[in-house]
Each structure stands twice: as C-alpha cells, then as structure tokens.
C-alpha cells in the first residue's frame, strides 16, 4: 500500500523558516519524481516543487522561488521542503505527491504574528 | 504554462444518475515520453486529494470501476456512471506532462 505521510508543519511568524518532510513507502521511490503541492484555505491546488529522481532536476514555481528548496534522500525514502523567507500568503496545507502512486494526507503550515 | 479549463464548475447530480466533467487543456499533454500525464483527484469535505485517475484512464488502485477517464490531446472527461452519496466533493484535472497545473475545481453535490 502506497503510504505518503507528511510532517513539520506549524505555526511560523513571518519572516521565519520551516522544514517539511515527506516519508515515502509502497512503491519504489528512487524511481519517481515527487512533487510539493499546496491548498490555501478555501482554494484549489496549487503546485509548489518538483523534483526528478536523482534530485539532479528541482522546479519552482515563482512565487517561492528563491525561498524555497526541494530536496530528498533515496536511502531513507523521503522528501523535504526547506521554507524560508516565510509569508502570510504560504499559509495551506502542504501535500506531497507523486502523480501515478498518490498522495499524502498533509500537513499545516500558517504564517502569522 | 499550460491552463487547465474544467466546466462545469458546479454539478449537481441525482442519486444513481450520470456524471461528467470536462477538462480542456491551452496545449497537448502527449509527452515526448508518448505518455499523457493527464490525472484526476477527487477530494472530499475535509479530506485531502485522492488519486482516482492517472495517465488519462488508468484507475487507481481501490477506486471503484464507476469513474472512468477518457479522451486524448487537449481534451479529457471524468465519467461516474452512478452516483453516490460518498462521491460528493470537488475533482480537480491535474496535468504534468509540462511542469504541474490544476483545473479550478468541479463541485459535484447532490440534488
């Protein structure tokens, strides 16, 4: 069973930083690029990161680009996200994904003072 | 950016009647790979995505055999062929042949 389960998020003030991880099991990781997706409250999906198998590759979209890096470690399944430069409008939830295996079940991540 | 059109964006649907949505895309998905990254998600209240479809038809595992994924191209359809109450939710077309972009959302509710 394809299992995605995300953890790190939290309440952060403006300005400050958070580190996301995503651990991955059920289908061979190595193989698969990973994407970051995120959900304001009340709206749609909304691309963030992705990243290729050997991380040789990572995207962004521009809204973070610059305060935002994806990241992963084949050896321990897993996909990071290292938010920095926090602001209000990054306020969702924040899913890993990857596009033919699933989704996670996601984790909060709120920017306030 | 490829934009991804859904329509409708509201659909309210009878119990045990069809139910369709359509996913237009502003250019092909046809990947250099041959392959179509064209998906769809289905996300109940208060619940995150849940894959339903991926690669234009191919089911994921444990979505019942009513949801079905067709078309080629530009353009795409999600089918329920009998609703149900569980399927009540927002389904979102998902492409990533050329970065990663989402439709706006369709509400099915019931009547």
């Known amino acids: 069973e394809v299992q995605l389960v995300e953890s790190g998020g939290g309440l952060v003030q403006p300005g400050g930083s958070l580190r996301l991880s995503c651990a991955a099991s059920?289908?061979?990781?190595?193989?698969?690029?990973m994407i970051w997706v995120r959900q304001a409250p009340g709206k749609g999906l909304e691309w963030v990161a992705n990243?290729?198998?050997?991380?040789?590759?990572?995207y962004y979209v521009d809204s973070v680009k610059g305060r935002f890096t994806i990241s992963r470690d084949n050896a321990k399944n897993s996909l990071y996200l290292q938010m920095n430069s926090l602001r209000a409008e990054d306020t969702a939830v924040y899913y890993c994904?990857?596009?033919?295996?699933?989704w996670g079940q996601g984790t909060l991540v709120t920017v306030s003072s | 950016d490829i934009v991804m059109t859904q329509t409708p964006l509201s659909s309210p649907v009878t119990l045990g009647q069809p139910a369709s949505i359509s996913c237009r895309s502003s250019?092909?998905?046809?990947?250099?790979?041959?392959?179509?990254?064209l998906s769809w998600l289905q996300q109940r209240p208060g619940q995150p995505p849940r894959l339903l479809i991926y690669?234009?038809?191919n089911r994921f595992s444990g979505v019942p055999d009513r949801f079905s994924g067709s078309g080629a191209g530009t353009d795409f359809t999600l089918k329920i062929s009998r609703v149900e109450a569980e399927d009540v939710g927002v389904y979102y077309c998902?492409?990533?042949?050329?970065?990663?972009?989402f439709g706006q959302g369709t509400k099915v509710e019931i009547k």
């Open positions: 250019q092909s998905l046809v990947h250099s790979d041959g392959n179509t990254y």
């Open positions: 059920g289908f061979t990781f190595s193989r698969c690029w």
């Open positions: 994904a990857e596009i033919n295996e699933g």
């Open positions: 998902m492409q990533a042949t050329q970065s990663v972009t």
């Open positions: 990243i290729n198998q050997d991380g040789s590759e990572k």
């Open positions: 690669k234009i038809s």
